[in-house]
Nanobody
Framework: QVQLVESGGGSVQAGGSLRLSCATS????????MGWFRQAPGKEREGVAG????????YYADSVKGRFTISQDNAKKTVYLQMNSLKPEDSAMYYC?????????????????????????WGKGTLVTISS
């Protein structure tokens, strides 16, 4: 059963922090290739951070490098996104996504496809609002 449930969104001031969580099912977590995406009103959905949960590495959009960290908890089948030094331009709906990927090399390619088109499973999103 596919399951991705995001939580942790909210409203904070610029410079603040939030931690998003993506709780998944055993089936979904076994996909191994997982990522966080975001979409602001009137803009295309973009990849923020990705991870290959079987030890294949992490990847980040240039706009969030050094500020955001993606991590995993295998026991809880959960992927996190720690967001620090938040900016108003980080405001968006944040989505967790997954895609079955047997090889770790495939994951960054899936993550990088425009609009998240490389990912197969999606959560409903959690809203992040950053005020200046």
């Amino acid at each position: 059963q596919v399951q991705l449930v995001e939580s942790g969104g909210g409203s904070v001031q610029a410079g603040g922090s939030l931690r998003l969580s993506c709780a998944t099912s055993e089936y979904t977590y076994s996909s191994k290739c997982m990522g966080w995406f975001r979409q602001a009103p009137g803009k295309e959905r973009e990849g923020v951070a990705g991870i290959y949960t079987a030890g294949g590495g992490t990847y980040y959009a240039d706009s969030v490098k050094g500020r955001f960290t993606i991590s995993q908890d295998n026991a809880k089948k959960t992927v996190y996104l720690q967001m620090n030094s938040l900016k108003p331009e980080d405001s968006a709906m944040y989505y967790c996504a997954a895609s079955p990927s047997y090889y770790s090399d495939y994951c960054p390619r899936k993550f990088s496809r425009v609009g998240g088109s490389g990912m197969n499973y999606w959560g409903k999103g959690t809203l992040v609002t950053i005020s200046s």
